[in-house]
């Protein structure tokens, strides 16, 4: 059965391997995945553009890329981004938590605001004091 929707997978090398890998499996409905990974955030619009009509929709690593996408024009499809709080968050956190070379206490969370960090910090019962945010 041939793919009806075609997405483009925009954001950094590894993260748009991973969804590559677990995309096909995860997805609702019969679908095509296209790379347009990028080396920084900046490039997102040039990979939109690349994609061109290829695509149906443009799903983003995180609102930065796509709002920059969206700012410059070239989004002539449905797009969205990954929801980087809430449970996404608290996941990361967690991940951090285990391993003992990161000190998820002290990190800077730069795309998130201040009350999602601190309500995510306080649903894992770690203190948000020396967290940075902008």
């Not at 061109?52 to 799903?59: Q, Y």
């Not at 000190?103 to 800077?108: A, E, F, G, I, L």
Request: hydrophobic fraction near 45%; charged fraction near 25%; charge should be negative.
């Amino acid at each position: 059965m041939t793919p009806d929707l075609t997405i483009g997978v925009v954001g950094p090398h590894d993260l748009v391997e991973r969804v590559m890998l677990m995309g096909h499996a995860a997805a609702p409905l019969p679908c095509r995945l296209v790379a347009a990974a990028y080396r920084d955030e900046q490039e997102a619009a040039d990979k939109v553009t690349r994609l061109g009509a290829g695509v149906d929709a443009c799903l983003f690593a995180s609102p930065v890329p796509y709002d920059l996408a969206r700012r410059s024009g070239v989004l002539t499809m449905p797009a969205t981004y990954v929801q980087l709080g809430g449970a996404a968050l608290i996941a990361a956190l967690a991940r951090a938590a285990l391993d003992e070379r990161i000190d998820p206490r002290r990190v800077s969370i730069d795309v998130l605001g201040r009350a999602d960090i601190e309500e995510a910090y306080a649903d894992l019962g770690l203190p948000a004091g020396d967290v940075h945010s902008r």
